[in-house]
């Protein structure tokens, strides 16, 4: 069985549910390939054993970097470069550097951290997601198993998936296409086949 | 798991599901532009229009169109400047302090007071380049800009610089910060689009989101250290604004108490304008479920506490001259109160010190006609307050030969009309056009605030939660 092609969906409408099954098909020895939630579900990331989030540090580091550039500049431009005179002031007049180097640490750490997680995520106006289920941007909750990483037989999978209450349970195909979806092939083949299948009616 | 308050009234009523968020909150997005919308923004674009072209004519032939005098030489353009950033502080309070102190009720507002925030900050920054006089000279002045007279740096020593710096990180925290929040929203009506251009459009603003359990956690702590870092932010920006004066050597400027005065009038006129524009919102879109009376008390609660902060700052001031015993700041204070701009002043004092406390009364702030009327009441007497701190500070001055009377002209009233104009284009288009009450937030908080849901609500296969954290059985609300 080939990695990343072939799936096993089930779907959920509740999280404490989800997370109930999670535990339990954890628990069962199956290797989750991810669950997809409309909303942040709190104690999922430790139900699914995942490390802590590592963005304070670097918010931490990007704003160290803001508050260095801010006093070097500062004190390079004032003190060094062209020093002046102003209001009977020493040349490197440090509380003055205060709310400059404080906004400039805000604004490091804050573009820093976001430019991490966006790019550590992937995230970028012209990424193709590779969707499970449309509705788990609106209502329900989607646990993906990858056939290829679990040593049981897929109907085991289904019929546990079934034991701890998923509302639907199917099998997901993508195909090379859809995995490494490229945008422009996206785009023309939004424009020549339209929205498809894949979209939902609006109720 | 949460705690269940059984006292606290649910925070989005009406029973609704998930799919009833998605549905409420998307439709507005993909519905097509009616009357009544055409209709506000073909008003807000005339105020645009008009307000532009005397905009235009002041910025050609110079700030000598405005009614300023060689003794008032900051008069509304530094009045609207600071009202505008004041106003854009409600967003960030809501969505940054109000997350770090855990109130879950921000939730169904905070898109909007974040959109009203950056909105309000462009408005602000129009004036302080509007004053240069030759804006397009601006960069060298404000920015730290090497340039041809060997290098001549910014002074950073001076507040006005520190404005800048303060400003635009603001403004370009809070859109970040508003925009991680917009990302999975944006998600959700990509995956609901039926028209290839909204699937386009709305997948290239989503940055292709999916929702993964992975993506959420580490949303989740960016978002918690945004906040974190938004809330010094916030406090710091209007306490810089506040320097510009308070480090001044003006009577009626020089006063240490100006920074945490300040950030109380930005975070009190914020919330007003907060509900001008949420209350015109809820009623058009039908929002009341998510938008509760709950939520309405909330922000006139915050209202009633920031408006008695000011309105004790307004006496300690008085109070403060008085006992300095220094005779150009009393004279600054009682000329404030008596003197020819008495109007201003005591206009300030009804609108910011009264009308507030009238929140004191359960029927009045829960109460929308009440609430919308005192939001309006609020902007004016803030509105006035810088008025009255910046002109009666500036019109009688040491010597009494060049006191002056500064009058507006039109290009003062225009102009200001210009900024409405912006503002207004610019939260129509974002209520039209992005989700206007944040859809994932809302579904976090539902389950432990909706009546429906609680009392269907599963604690079977609840056995992640430790036993002592379950929620057994819930009852009622």
């Given at each position: 069985?080939?990695?990343?092609k072939n799936f096993i969906v089930?779907?959920?409408?509740?999280?404490?549910?989800?997370?109930?099954?999670?535990?339990?098909?954890?628990?069962?020895?199956?290797?989750?390939?991810?669950?997809?939630?409309?909303?942040?579900?709190?104690?999922?990331?430790?139900?699914?054993?995942?490390?802590?989030?590592?963005?304070?540090?670097?918010?931490?580091?990007?704003?160290?970097?803001?508050?260095?550039?801010?006093?070097?500049?500062?004190?390079?431009?004032?003190?060094?470069?062209?020093?002046?005179?102003?209001?009977?002031?020493?040349?490197?007049?440090?509380?003055?550097?205060?709310?400059?180097?404080?906004?400039?640490?805000?604004?490091?750490?804050?573009?820093?951290?976001?430019?991490?997680?966006?790019?550590?995520?992937?995230?970028?106006?012209?990424?193709?997601?590779?969707?499970?289920?449309?509705?788990?941007?609106?209502?329900?909750?989607?646990?993906a198993i990858?056939i290829?990483?679990?040593?049981?037989?897929p109907?085991?999978i289904k019929?546990?998936?079934?034991?701890?209450?998923?509302?639907?349970v199917y099998d997901k195909e993508f195909?090379?296409?859809?995995?490494?979806?490229?945008?422009?092939?996206?785009?023309?083949?939004?424009?020549?086949?339209?929205?498809?299948?894949?979209?939902?009616?609006?109720? | 798991?949460?705690?269940?308050?059984?006292?606290?009234?649910?925070?989005?009523?009406?029973?609704?599901?998930?799919?009833?968020?998605?549905?409420?909150?998307?439709?507005?997005?993909?519905?097509?532009?009616?009357?009544?919308?055409?209709?506000?923004?073909?008003?807000?674009?005339?105020?645009?229009?008009?307000?532009?072209?005397?905009?235009?004519?002041?910025?050609?032939?110079?700030?000598?169109?405005?009614?300023?005098?060689?003794?008032?030489?900051?008069?509304?353009?530094?009045?609207?400047?600071?009202?505008?950033?004041?106003?854009?502080?409600?967003?960030?309070?809501?969505?940054?302090?109000?997350?770090?102190?855990?109130?879950?009720?921000?939730?169904?507002?905070?898109?909007?007071?974040?959109?009203?925030?950056?909105?309000?900050?462009?408005?602000?920054?129009?004036?302080?380049?509007?004053?240069?006089?030759?804006?397009?000279?601006?960069?060298?002045?404000?920015?730290?800009?090497?340039?041809?007279?060997?290098?001549?740096?910014?002074?950073?020593?001076?507040?006005?610089?520190?404005?800048?710096?303060?400003?635009?990180?603001?403004?370009?925290?809070?859109?970040?910060?508003?925009?991680?929040?917009?990302?999975?929203?944006?998600?959700?009506?990509?995956?609901?689009?039926?028209?290839?251009?909204?699937?386009?459009?709305?997948?290239?603003?989503?940055?292709?989101?999916?929702?993964?359990?992975?993506?959420?956690?580490?949303?989740?702590?960016?978002?918690?250290?945004?906040?974190?870092?938004?809330?010094?932010?916030?406090?710091?920006?209007?306490?810089?604004?506040?320097?510009?004066?308070?480090?001044?050597?003006?009577?009626?400027?020089?006063?240490?108490?100006?920074?945490?005065?300040?950030?109380?009038?930005?975070?009190?006129?914020?919330?007003?304008?907060?509900?001008?524009?949420?209350?015109?919102?809820?009623?058009?879109?039908?929002?009341?479920?998510?938008?509760?009376?709950?939520?309405?008390?909330?922000?006139?609660?915050?209202?009633?506490?920031?408006?008695?902060?000011?309105?004790?700052?307004?006496?300690?001031?008085?109070?403060?001259?008085?006992?300095?015993?220094?005779?150009?700041?009393?004279?600054?204070?009682?000329?404030?109160?008596?003197?020819?701009?008495?109007?201003?002043?005591?206009?300030?004092?009804?609108?910011?010190?009264?009308?507030?406390?009238?929140?004191?009364?359960?029927?009045?702030?829960?109460?929308?006609?009440?609430?919308?009327?005192?939001?309006?009441?609020?902007?004016?007497?803030?509105?006035?307050?810088?008025?009255?701190?910046?002109?009666?500070?500036?019109?009688?001055?040491?010597?009494?030969?060049?006191?002056?009377?500064?009058?507006?002209?039109?290009?003062?009233?225009?102009?200001?009309?210009?900024?409405?104009?912006?503002?207004?284009?610019?939260?129509?288009?974002?209520?039209?056009?992005?989700?206007?009450?944040?859809?994932?937030?809302?579904?976090?908080?539902?389950?432990?605030?909706?009546?429906?849901?609680?009392?269907?609500?599963?604690?079977?296969?609840?056995?992640?939660?430790?036993?002592?954290?379950?929620?057994?059985?819930?009852?009622?609300?």
């Amino acid at each position: 069985m080939e990695k990343d092609k072939n799936f096993i969906v089930g779907v959920f409408g509740d999280h404490d549910i989800l997370l109930g099954a999670v535990k339990k098909v954890r628990e069962e020895g199956i290797k989750i390939y991810e669950v997809f939630n409309p909303y942040p579900v709190h104690h999922l990331e430790d139900a699914l054993g995942y490390k802590r989030s590592k963005m304070p540090v670097a918010a931490f580091f990007f704003g160290l970097t803001g508050t260095t550039c801010a006093i070097l500049m500062q004190v390079l431009m004032m003190g060094v470069d062209w020093p002046m005179i102003i209001g009977g002031k020493s040349f490197i007049a440090v509380p003055d550097f205060v709310p400059v180097t404080f906004e400039m640490t805000v604004l490091f750490a804050a573009f820093g951290m976001v430019g991490t997680f966006l790019f550590t995520r992937d995230l970028k106006p012209y990424k193709i997601p590779r969707v499970f289920d449309r509705r788990s941007t609106d209502d329900k909750h989607i646990m993906a198993i990858d056939i290829a990483d679990n040593k049981k037989s897929p109907e085991e999978i289904k019929s546990l998936l079934q034991e701890v209450k998923a509302e639907e349970v199917y099998d997901k195909e993508f195909t090379n296409e859809e995995n490494s979806g490229s945008f422009i092939n996206y785009v023309i083949d939004l424009f020549t086949n339209g929205v498809t299948s894949s979209s939902r009616q609006l109720n | 798991m949460q705690i269940v308050s059984q006292v606290r009234e649910p925070l989005i009523t009406g029973g609704k599901t998930y799919k009833d968020i998605t549905n409420d909150i998307s439709r507005h997005v993909e519905a097509a532009p009616n009357k009544r919308w055409l209709a506000a923004v073909a008003v807000s674009l005339t105020l645009l229009v008009a307000g532009g072209y005397f905009m235009a004519d002041m910025l050609w032939n110079g700030i000598g169109r405005w009614g300023l005098n060689k003794t008032v030489g900051w008069a509304w353009d530094i009045t609207n400047f600071v009202w505008w950033v004041g106003i854009g502080h409600a967003g960030t309070l809501i969505s940054a302090i109000l997350l770090l102190f855990r109130q879950k009720w921000r939730t169904s507002i905070n898109r909007a007071a974040e959109a009203m925030t950056i909105f309000a900050v462009i408005c602000a920054a129009i004036w302080p380049i509007a004053h240069m006089g030759r804006p397009w000279l601006g960069a060298y002045w404000a920015l730290p800009l090497p340039n041809t007279f060997g290098s001549l740096w910014v002074n950073f020593n001076s507040p006005l610089l520190w404005d800048v710096f303060a400003i635009s990180t603001y403004f370009s925290v809070s859109l970040v910060f508003w925009y991680i929040g917009l990302i999975p929203d944006f998600a959700t009506i990509r995956d609901r689009a039926t028209s290839k251009i909204g699937r386009l459009a709305y997948g290239m603003l989503s940055f292709g989101f999916d929702g993964s359990a992975k993506t959420w956690m580490h949303y989740e702590s960016v978002s918690l250290i945004l906040a974190g870092l938004s809330t010094p932010l916030v406090l710091s920006v209007h306490t810089i604004v506040s320097f510009d004066f308070a480090t001044s050597v003006i009577p009626g400027w020089h006063t240490t108490i100006f920074p945490p005065y300040f950030v109380a009038g930005a975070i009190f006129s914020g919330f007003a304008m907060v509900l001008t524009l949420m209350l015109i919102t809820r009623h058009v879109y039908k929002l009341q479920d998510y938008i509760t009376m709950e939520h309405i008390e909330m922000m006139n609660i915050i209202i009633l506490v920031t408006g008695s902060i000011v309105g004790i700052a307004y006496i300690t001031e008085f109070f403060i001259a008085w006992y300095s015993g220094v005779q150009y700041e009393q004279f600054a204070f009682v000329n404030r109160m008596t003197g020819p701009y008495w109007w201003a002043y005591w206009s300030m004092m009804t609108c910011n010190v009264v009308s507030p406390q009238l929140f004191y009364i359960k029927k009045i702030r829960t109460n929308i006609a009440w609430t919308f009327f005192l939001s309006i009441v609020v902007n004016i007497g803030m509105w006035f307050e810088r008025f009255v701190i910046i002109v009666t500070s500036l019109h009688r001055d040491y010597l009494p030969s060049s006191w002056a009377y500064f009058t507006p002209t039109i290009y003062d009233i225009m102009c200001y009309v210009f900024t409405f104009g912006v503002f207004f284009t610019f939260f129509f288009l974002f209520a039209k056009f992005f989700p206007v009450i944040n859809m994932a937030e809302v579904k976090a908080v539902l389950k432990d605030s909706d009546t429906k849901v609680y009392k269907g609500r599963v604690t079977i296969s609840d056995d992640y939660v430790p036993e002592e954290d379950r929620v057994k059985e819930v009852e009622s609300v």
